[in-house]
């Protein structure tokens, strides 16, 4: 039974820094791309950026480029999200997932919180 653990989430100004944590168990991930998602209060679930488990390619969402940076330790099966200069529209739970998501595969999330 797979299962993926987020946490690292916090408060924290505008600008500053957080990293997520996503502890994957139960599986074989060698196959998957897997992403970070996010979901803002009011809003739907939005993709964040993937990254290969394989090659260690990545994607990200426009909104995010240059800010936040995927990357994953094989021997640890996590995957992590570096997030700098965070904004106040960053503000949301962010979920860890397989890309594309499988239904299943959802945990808590881990809120993250900007203030301006």
């Known amino acids: 039974q797979v299962q993926l653990v987020e946490s690292g989430g916090g408060l924290v100004q505008a600008g500053g820094s957080l990293r997520l944590s996503c502890a994957a168990s139960?599986?074989?991930?060698?196959?998957?791309?897997m992403g970070w998602f996010r979901q803002a209060p009011g809003k739907e679930r939005e993709f964040v950026a993937r990254?290969?488990?394989?090659?260690?390619?990545?994607y990200y969402v426009d909104s995010v480029k240059g800010r936040f940076t995927i990357s994953r330790s094989r021997a640890k099966n996590t995957v992590y999200l570096q997030m700098n200069s965070l904004k106040p529209e960053d503000t949301a739970v962010y979920y860890c997932?397989?890309?594309?998501?499988?239904?299943?595969?959802w945990g808590q999330g881990t809120q993250v919180t900007v203030s301006s």
């Open positions: 997932n397989a890309d594309p998501p499988h239904s299943d595969y």
């Open positions: 139960g599986g074989t991930f060698s196959s998957y791309a």
């Open positions: 990254i290969s488990w394989s090659t260690g390619g990545t």
